[in-house]
């Protein structure tokens, strides 16, 4: 991919200038800490056996050629850390091999990109005079000002490089640390120092494998990232670092402010997938979820955006709601099917993720960190990407309800504020599906954030229950089919025009009546005048259809605009369209695009409304059958209690 112009290059020589410091660093430096507090006993590493050394020794076979190691006498030696660990027949394993390379990688990127802050900064001329005892008095707080914004630069990038490296070496065992604390801002010199004095304990702590020893690394990147940027968010004299973004050739890795650099890397999918004819009944839910499918490999890495969502016609957040057993896993299954197939064949890396109940946790705040890192890597810009949350009503608290939990209602805080939040992006890289069956219990605030319905209501008509019960049946037998012709009722054109069709007047009888009463007062609700007086109504009979409701149904018109599907081809011969540039690609899906109508707007108000009045009638109705039980309750209780009296 072409390099973006507001990039510059970091030199290769520049980073191989700092190897030696680098190198220092892991073999040894004295380091007493200021904040933290040592949870392992001993900084250096602990020898195995009396007269048996930390570091191994190797001896060469060559004369003349000398490869003793001399001894290091500093407390914090990482790199003798991580060579005492175990790994079978005393030899470094590749992994941890790795490790070192890629914190010696990172520590030299971080170095290199300090120096280049100083140089634009004039901290470079600064120190110079500061040792020679000219620093003018006037400039002292500057200095430190600089001083302080330098150890957060350096910081920042070492923990991203390293992230970014270590991430392709990442198995599925995750380690926690929590709070990366000894972070020192007096100089970068001693910022490292405190840091890596962190990393040292972490490791001697937790690292009790190679593959936790990646873990370790990576949750102690990821960790100081988070505690560097907030530092950052509130110092001074970074304006020059956050403007200016380096490129490292030989890494693909980019430094772009205090934002992390992902390496792109999908995950490995083990779902069964489905093919869209398995999928039975579902009409406009299979039709969108296929064409979404589509409008994601639109996105352009180059440009870090997709044309359908400059446009308008993309769906960042939908809803599924339906029934047990309607369909909803079927259609995860399908969707993800789809773009990982199409993925795999333009060669982009796709990764597909589920929050599931498993990451609610009864820790203060780690619930949150949970929720927040399964949006992290959905939304990678690296990445195309798809995350589905499944059972939400189980997953995100409702506020005010009492049986939520803390971890619950974190959760619904993370979603609420990532999905429609004052620092959302929507790159039309990505897309969230959030499905349940019963959305009544999903927190109003948040089902509102999700900005396409989708009723998965199952197979519905006679012939959508012949189709299934075929499908299910498989081939094993020689049972006919009878007067059916199999599947003719699931060509998706055809029953998506019906479906859509059908929603040319209200399904909800609350909304059916708002519905009748305008169009007596009105007429035909042909000008946006009579549409927003429509709207007017719905509000008056549900108070909850505020002005976000409005903007959902708005960007569900303007994806019934682009109701065409990108043609197989394009898909399977990425050169078509794929790989096209930005402008070219936006171009062709601008000349299949088609003007919006008032039947297209009557339906998507009607469609989304019906799904508020479902909401609210199940969740009234819900809420009544309960007091109704428990009236009934009181009273058996009462009678049996008399009658034990009596």
Not at 78 to 97: D, H, K, N, T, V
Not at 276 to 291: C, D, F, L, R, S
Not at 492 to 500: G, P
Request: hydrophobic share 40%; aromatic share 8%; with cysteine.
């Amino acid at each position: 991919m072409s390099q973006t112009t507001d990039q510059m290059e970091l030199r290769e020589e520049d980073i191989r200038k700092q190897y030696p410091a680098a190198l220092a660093l892991l073999e040894g430096f004295d380091h007493a800490p200021r904040i933290a507090v040592a949870s392992v006993a001993g900084a250096a590493p602990v020898e195995r056996s009396p007269g048996i050394g930390t570091r191994r020794a190797f001896r060469s076979t060559t004369p003349g050629l000398v490869t003793r190691r001399v001894a290091r006498t500093e407390g914090i030696q990482i790199a003798a850390r991580i060579e005492a660990m175990e790994a079978g027949e005393g030899l470094m394993s590749p992994l941890q091999a790795t490790v070192l390379q890629a914190l010696r990688r990172a520590l030299a990127v971080a170095l290199a990109v300090a120096d280049q802050y100083a140089e634009r900064t004039g901290l470079r001329d600064l120190k110079r005079a500061n040792l020679e005892g000219a620093l003018p008095p006037a400039r002292t707080s500057e200095f430190s000002e600089l001083l302080t914004a330098e150890a957060l630069v350096t910081l920042y990038v070492f923990a991203s490089s390293l992230s970014f490296q270590l991430a392709p070496h990442a198995g599925s065992e995750t380690v926690e640390i929590g709070e990366v604390e000894e972070v020192l801002t007096d100089n970068a010199q001693l910022a490292l120092h405190g840091v890596l004095w962190e990393l040292d304990q972490d490791i001697a702590g937790l690292a009790s494998s190679d593959t936790r020893l990646v873990a370790v690394a990576l949750a102690f990147a990821e960790a100081l990232m988070d505690k560097v940027a907030a530092r950052a968010s509130t110092a001074g004299r970074l304006e020059p670092f956050t403007a200016a973004h380096w490129r490292v050739e030989a890494d693909q890795f980019t430094v772009q402010g205090f934002s992390p650099a992902r390496a792109a890397k999908g995950s490995t999918l083990t779902m069964t997938f489905k093919t869209p004819h398995e999928v039975v009944g579902n009409h406009i839910a299979k039709y969108q979820a296929m064409k979404l499918a589509k409008m994601i490999m639109a996105y352009d890495f180059d440009r870090k955006l997709n044309p359908f969502a400059e446009l308008g016609g993309f769906i960042f957040t939908f809803m599924g709601d339906g029934a047990p057993g309607t369909g909803k896993t079927t259609l995860i299954q399908m969707m993800a099917g789809l773009i990982n197939g199409y993925c795999q064949v333009a060669g982009y890396p796709f990764r597909y993720q589920n929050l599931s109940t498993d990451n609610i946790d009864s820790y203060q705040g780690k619930s949150g960190q949970n929720a927040k890192a399964f949006i992290t890597s959905i939304i990678d810009p690296a990445v195309i990407g798809f995350g589905t949350i499944d059972d939400i009503d189980q997953l995100a608290g409702k506020r005010g309800d009492r049986q939520s939990s803390a971890g619950q209602l974190e959760i619904t805080a993370v979603l609420m504020e990532s999905f429609a939040g004052a620092n959302t992006v929507v790159r039309g890289n990505c897309t969230f599906g959030m499905f349940s069956n019963y959305p009544e219990n999903v927190d109003d605030a948040l089902r509102q954030r999700a900005g396409a319905r989708f009723l998965v209501d199952g197979p519905q008509t006679r012939d959508d229950y012949i189709d299934i019960l075929s499908l299910l049946l498989g081939k094993n037998h020689k049972i006919p089919v009878g007067d059916h012709t199999l599947f003719a009722a699931q060509e998706i054109k055809k029953a998506v025009a019906a479906s859509f069709e059908g929603h040319s007047r209200p399904h909800e009888e609350g909304l059916l009546k708002v519905f009748d009463k305008v169009d007596r007062d009105l007429g035909a609700l042909d000008t946006i005048a009579k549409l927003g007086t429509y709207l007017k109504a719905i509000q008056e009979a549900d108070p909850r259809f505020t002005g976000r409701a409005i903007k959902n149904i708005t960007d569900a018109v303007k994806v019934r605009a682009m109701d065409f599907e990108l043609p197989d081809e394009w898909m399977e011969e990425p050169d078509l369209f794929l790989f096209q540039p930005y402008d070219t690609k936006k171009a062709m899906i601008e000349d299949l695009r088609q003007p919006i109508t008032t039947a297209m707007v009557i339906q998507e108000i009607n469609r989304y409304a019906d799904s508020e009045f479902r909401y609210a009638d199940k969740s009234d109705e819900v809420a009544i059958s309960n007091m109704v039980r428990d009236f009934e309750r009181q009273e058996e209780a009462k009678r049996r209690y008399l009658e034990a009296k009596g």
